[in-house]
């Protein structure tokens, strides 16, 4: 069990580099590029409705809907979900507090649409004004870290809970509020929230 668990935590580690990693190019080569496809591209109907709909999994309150239901009628995991609860909210915190530091427009902003040229100086601006928080994405640090917490729980579920994710995650860009970049970014932090919340936490199973 012990090494299932190591080989679990070093897996979600090398995930979460290679998405921190990724995010660094994206800013440079396709952040524009996919902003503005994405402006001129409309998903169809049903296919739209359904990526709108898994914002639930990375909003704050979804999160809190999802953890309460689970809390009540599943009494025998409480240790595991209070687990994947503390998982979820490290995630959302480091992700937003973030974003007080690295300034950057939003693509919907109206302000700028190049990646590179959508960056503010450092620690400019309101922490409130939303317009200029894109990076990193809360929302996407938030679903990614639901979905390592919930497959903690429910292991079973993993790939439901990650194609969940991965709609969340698709939403923040199809809806234009951050660039690819600011959601591979959310889900680096995520990822190595849990990595270090698994790496530290062995008697949680």
């Given at each position: ?7 679990q ?11 921190g ?5 994206c ?19 049903d296919?739209?409705?359904a ?5 639930v999994?990375?909003h ?19 240790r ?11 995630s ?5 507090v ?15 649409i190049s ?21 990193p ?11 390592i ?19 969340a ?13 600011d ?16 790496r530290?936490?062995?008697g949680?199973?």
């Amino acid at each position: 069990m012990q090494t299932s668990g190591n080989r679990q935590s070093f897996a979600w580690l090398v995930i979460g580099l290679s998405a921190g990693l990724t995010a660094i190019p994206c800013t440079f080569f396709c952040d524009t590029l996919i902003a503005q496809s994405v402006a001129k591209f409309q998903l169809p109907g049903d296919i739209n409705k359904a990526v709108q709909l898994a914002e639930v999994f990375a909003h704050g309150s979804g999160v809190i809907a999802i953890f309460a239901t689970l809390w009540w009628i599943d009494r025998d995991r409480r240790r595991l979900i209070q687990f994947a609860m503390g998982m979820t909210l490290l995630s959302s915190v480091i992700a937003n507090v973030l974003k007080y530091p690295f300034s950057r427009y939003r693509p919907n902003s109206g302000t700028a649409i190049s990646g590179v040229d959508s960056w503010l100086a450092i620690f400019d601006g309101s922490f409130w004004d939303s317009t200029h928080r894109s990076f990193p994405s809360g929302h996407s640090a938030t679903a990614v870290a639901l979905a390592i917490g919930l497959s903690i729980v429910y292991p079973r579920g993993k790939y439901f809970f990650a194609t969940f994710a991965l709609m969340a995650c698709l939403q923040r860009i199809v809806s234009q509020a951050h660039y690819p970049s600011d959601v591979l970014a959310g889900a680096a932090i995520a990822t190595l929230c849990c990595w270090i919340c698994m790496r530290f936490s062995k008697g949680v199973r």
